[in-house]
Structure formats: structure tokens, C-alpha cells
């Protein structure tokens, strides 16, 4: 982790991924586009998957690396006095047994097995099943003292049009909310239905962020 100064005008955290992943996973955070030069410095050459807090830093990672993609997304938080509740469906929690296949629906570019499975048994996890089979899921990347960050919500084209993506958000959400924390996700500006999911049951758009691929040179 690299600062600009104390207390830090900007952060840029890079850990290393396990084989077979092969490319670093950054974060920066900066209050000014200088403060964010400043700690991209330290960034060593190769490829890297960097998420940006705020969008006005992309000139400054341009200036360190070049860009090969980039998905800007919507930050939401539920806030309890605006959550709507619309729960229809009965959910039970996901074993990591079932990583294998939540992975690869989840992102086929890597093989991320390992790290859905970490999340399946690190963070809450909730599914729908058909008998033994699961066929709707929604977990969590991130959980901090105050804040748990959704994601990998996905219904098995089979099952769509039931609501069930729905009551597995207010079923996720009323879990976070019972630990006494904020639940929170990210959206794709390009993934038009999750927005408008997203948008009817409450939660509150903060910023828009980005997620880049990109090789520092």
C-alpha cells in the first residue's frame, strides 16, 4: 500500500493474486489528480485489474499505463427508511461446494474457483433452489466493520422472469442490515436490467466508479 503523505491525500493498494491468475489487483484512492500521480509511481510495470474510486483519476492512470478496457459502474447503498421489501421467495445459504459453478458464470475470462469459494465461506451467501439444485445466488465480495459489498447475483436463464434475483436482494440486504452494517454494490452502466432492479427496490446511487484493465508501464 502507497500513500501521498500522512494523513493520505491518496492510496494505491496492489496485492498479488495466486497462480493461475497472472495480473495484480489495484485500488487507488485520491482527493486530487496530483495526490494520484504521486502514489502511480510506485506502480511496477505489468498488467493490472484497478478499481477507481472516482473517474475523474483516469487521465492520471493514462499518464502510468495504458488502458486495454474499462466498465464504469454505479455505486448503490441500501438505506433502511428506503429499502422496499418485496421478499416472495423462500433462500437458504450457499455451500462453497457450489464455487465451480458460480464461477464461471460469474466471470469466464479467469478461473476464479478459488476466490468465489473464499467468498462463499468468508461472507453471507444466499441461493434458490429447484429440489438440491441450486439456481439463483447472490453473495458478497467484501465486508468490513461497516459496510458488506454484494455481488455475483445471477439467475439460471431457465428461472428468469420469476423474481427471484429480487428476493434474493431484500434477502441479502435484511441479512447485512441484521449485522449492523450498510449493504452496498456495484452496477454496470451497461447492464440496464440490474439498474433498473436496483433503482425500484430503494437503494441510493452514491458516485459512479470504474473498473479498468490496464498495464502499467
Not at 48 to 67: C, E, K, P, Q, W
Not at 146 to 153: C, E, K, N, P, Q
Not at 178 to 199: F, Q, W
Request: charged share 25%; glycine share 6%.
Amino acid at each position: 500500500m502507497y500513500v501521498d503523505g500522512l494523513p493520505p491525500r491518496a492510496v494505491l493498494s496492489i496485492s498479488h493474486a495466486a497462480p493461475p491468475i497472472t495480473f495484480r489487483f489495484a485500488g487507488l484512492v485520491a482527493a486530487n489528480p496530483a495526490s494520484a500521480d504521486v502514489v502511480l509511481e510506485a506502480a511496477k510495470p505489468g498488467p493490472s485489474f484497478v478499481f477507481l474510486s472516482d473517474l475523474g483519476h483516469l487521465d492520471a492512470v493514462r499518464r502510468r499505463a495504458g488502458i486495454e478496457h474499462i466498465r464504469p459502474a454505479w455505486l448503490y447503498r441500501f438505506d433502511r427508511d428506503g429499502f422496499v421489501d418485496v421478499q416472495r421467495h423462500e433462500v437458504r445459504p450457499v455451500d462453497p461446494i457450489w464455487a465451480q459453478k458460480i464461477a464461471p458464470l460469474w466471470d469466464s475470462d479467469w478461473d476464479s474457483t478459488n476466490y468465489v469459494r473464499t467468498r462463499l465461506e468468508q461472507g453471507p451467501a444466499l441461493g434458490i433452489y429447484d429440489g438440491d439444485e441450486l439456481v439463483a445466488w447472490y453473495a458478497t465480495h467484501l465486508e468490513t466493520d461497516r459496510v458488506v459489498i454484494m455481488g455475483f447475483l445471477h439467475v439460471l436463464d431457465a428461472y428468469r422472469g420469476r423474481g427471484y434475483a429480487r428476493s434474493l436482494s431484500c434477502a441479502l440486504a435484511k441479512e447485512i442490515f441484521r449485522r449492523g452494517k450498510i449493504p452496498a454494490c456495484h452496477v454496470y452502466e451497461d447492464n440496464t436490467p440490474s439498474l433498473h432492479l436496483m433503482d425500484s427496490l430503494g437503494l441510493r446511487r452514491v458516485k459512479r466508479q470504474a473498473f479498468a484493465e490496464v498495464t502499467f508501464r
